[in-house]
C-alpha cells in the first residue's frame, strides 16, 4: 500500500467510528485525553460520578440555591418572533407571594467585610456632593461590567423568583424554525470561526487551525449545547398515553434514540462523538472556576434566614469546594489572554460574543427553555469571569447572588450530564445483548 493511498485514506475519513459503526458509537471518542486539558475521560468519570455528582445533588436542593431571579418577559432585541410555545410544558410556575424565604429576598447576610465597607461608604457619602456620589455609583457599576460576561436582568421590575426545584429542565416539545434559529444565531453570529466556513458547525479537524482562545471559546459553546441536548435526551415525555387522570403529569424517562439521533457519528456527519468530548471540556472549565474561586465561595453566608439550613449550606459548599481543589488535572487559563494588543482586542471580542448569547437566551420562544437557557449561560458567564477577571484577589470582587446560584446550577446540569452518559452508555449495552 503506497504511503500516498495512506495519506488520502486519513484525509477523506471524517471519523473512526463513522463507518460501519457499533450501537454504542456515540461513545467512540470518550477516551484518551481531553483537549486543551492534562486529564483523560476516564478520571473525569469516577471523579464526578462518585465523589460531585452525588454532593452537587444534594445541595442545589438546599434554599438558596432552588430559588433563582430571573426576567422571562424581556423582549428579543435581535429580531421579532411571535412563535412562542403554547404547550403546557414550555409553561414556567413563578413563586408565590411567601413561598421565598424572606432572607433570599433581602439578601441579607452578607460578610462582615462586606457590612463595613457599606460603613465606610456611608460615612464618605456625607463628606462628598450627591453628584460626586452618583459618579461613584456610575464608575463602580463601570468596573463591575468590565468582568461581567453576561447580561443581568435579575434587578429589572419583571424578573420573579422560580423554584428550580418545581420547574425541571426537561424536554418541553419545542422545536422547529424558531429553536433551530436561536443556535444557528449562537454558531453563525456569535462564535469565532475559520473564516472560509460557513456551516453551523466547525468540524473537529477544523479546530488546529485556529487560536487557542477561539477553541476554547467553540468548546465551551459546544459542551453547553452538548448537555442541554442530554438533559432532554434523559428527562423525555415518554408517550402521550402516560397522560391520564393517575398520572396528569405525564411519565417522563430517558430517551436512547433520540440520544443516538443528537449524538451518533452517523446522524451528525461524524461530529456528535466530538461534541460529547466538549461537554468534558466545558465541565473542567467550570470545575477550574469553582476550585479558582474557593477562597471567595467559602466566606459567604449563603443567607436564607433559617440559621440551621444556612449552616447546613455552608458546610456542604465547603465540602463540594475541597474536592474540586484536590483534582489535580484542572483546566489551565494562565496561557490565554496573554501578551499583545492583539491578545486584549481578542479578549474583548470573547467577552462581547458571550454577552451576545446571553441576550439571546430572551429570544426563546418556550418559558422554561428560557429559564434554563438562561440559568446555564449566566452560570457559564461567571465561571468566564471568576477565570478571567483582573480583579480576583481584589477586597473590591463581588459575585451577586444569582451569579452564585446560576455558577453551582450551571455546574450541576453538566455534572448531571456526565452522570447520564453512564446511563445511556448502560442502555446501549443492553440492547446488544438481546
Known amino acids: 500500500m503506497s504511503p500516498t493511498f495512506l495519506v488520502l485514506l486519513v484525509l477523506c475519513t471524517p471519523s473512526l467510528c463513522y463507518f460501519d459503526p457499533p450501537k454504542d458509537s456515540c461513545f467512540c471518542q470518550l477516551s484518551g485525553n481531553i483537549d486543551e486539558c492534562s486529564c483523560n475521560i476516564n478520571t473525569v468519570d469516577h471523579f464526578n460520578n462518585i465523589k460531585v455528582y452525588p454532593r452537587l445533588r444534594s445541595l442545589l436542593r438546599k434554599d438558596y440555591f432552588r430559588f433563582f431571579k430571573v426576567n422571562l418577559k424581556r423582549e428579543c432585541p435581535f429580531w421579532h418572533d411571535d412563535s412562542k410555545c403554547a404547550m403546557k410544558y414550555c409553561h414556567v410556575l413563578p413563586c408565590g407571594e411567601g413561598e421565598v424565604p424572606q432572607g433570599i429576598k433581602g439578601e441579607g447576610g452578607r460578610s462582615d467585610e462586606a457590612k463595613c465597607e457599606d460603613k465606610q461608604l456611608d460615612y464618605l457619602n456625607t463628606t462628598i456632593s450627591e453628584k460626586m456620589r452618583e459618579d461613584l455609583v456610575m464608575w463602580t457599576a463601570y468596573d463591575d461590567a468590565l468582568d461581567d460576561f453576561c447580561v443581568k436582568d435579575d434587578k429589572d421590575e419583571e424578573a420573579e423568583y422560580v423554584d428550580l426545584l418545581l420547574n425541571p429542565e426537561r424536554y418541553t416539545g419545542y422545536k422547529g424554525t424558531s429553536a433551530n434559529r436561536i ?53 423525555y415525555l415518554l408517550s402521550n ?155 473590591l470582587f463581588r459575585l451577586q447572588r444569582e ?28 440492547h446488544d445483548e438481546l
Open 241 to 395: 398515553s402516560g397522560l391520564s387522570l393517575a398520572n396528569p403529569k405525564g411519565e417522563w424517562g430517558p430517551n436512547l434514540k433520540e440520544f443516538q439521533r443528537r449524538f451518533s457519528p452517523e446522524t451528525t456527519n461524524g461530529e456528535g462523538p466530538h461534541w460529547l468530548r466538549n461537554l468534558y471540556f466545558v465541565y473542567l472549565l467550570e470545575l477550574r472556576a469553582l476550585a479558582k474561586a474557593a477562597k471567595y465561595l467559602e466566606h459567604e453566608k449563603y443567607y436564607t434566614g433559617d440559621e440551621m439550613e444556612d449552616f447546613d449550606t455552608q458546610m456542604a459548599v465547603k465540602d463540594l469546594l475541597n474536592v474540586a481543589q484536590q483534582f489535580s488535572g484542572h483546566f489551565d487559563e494562565s496561557s490565554m489572554f496573554t501578551g499583545s494588543a492583539q491578545a486584549k482586542r481578542l479578549k474583548t471580542e470573547f467577552k462581547e460574543h458571550f454577552r451576545n448569547v446571553t441576550r439571546i437566551m430572551d429570544c426563546v420562544g418556550c418559558d422554561k427553555c428560557k429559564l434554563w437557557g438562561k440559568l446555564q449561560t449566566r452560570g457559564l458567564g461567571t465561571a468566564l469571569k471568576i477565570l478571567f477577571s483582573q480583579n480576583l484577589n481584589h477586597k
Open 183 to 235: 443556535w444557528n444565531s449562537i454558531y453563525l453570529e456569535n462564535c469565532f470561526r475559520p473564516k472560509t466556513f460557513y456551516s453551523l458547525y466547525i468540524p473537529s479537524h477544523m479546530l488546529s487551525n485556529m487560536c487557542l482562545e477561539e477553541r476554547v471559546y467553540y468548546r465551551a459553546i459546544s459542551g453547553l449545547h452538548s448537555s442541554i441536548n442530554i438533559h432532554l435526551c434523559a428527562n
Open 403 to 430: 451569579e452564585i446560584v446560576a455558577l453551582f446550577n450551571a455546574f450541576g446540569r453538566l455534572s448531571t450530564s456526565i452522570y447520564k452518559l453512564d446511563d445511556f452508555r448502560q442502555m446501549l449495552r443492553g
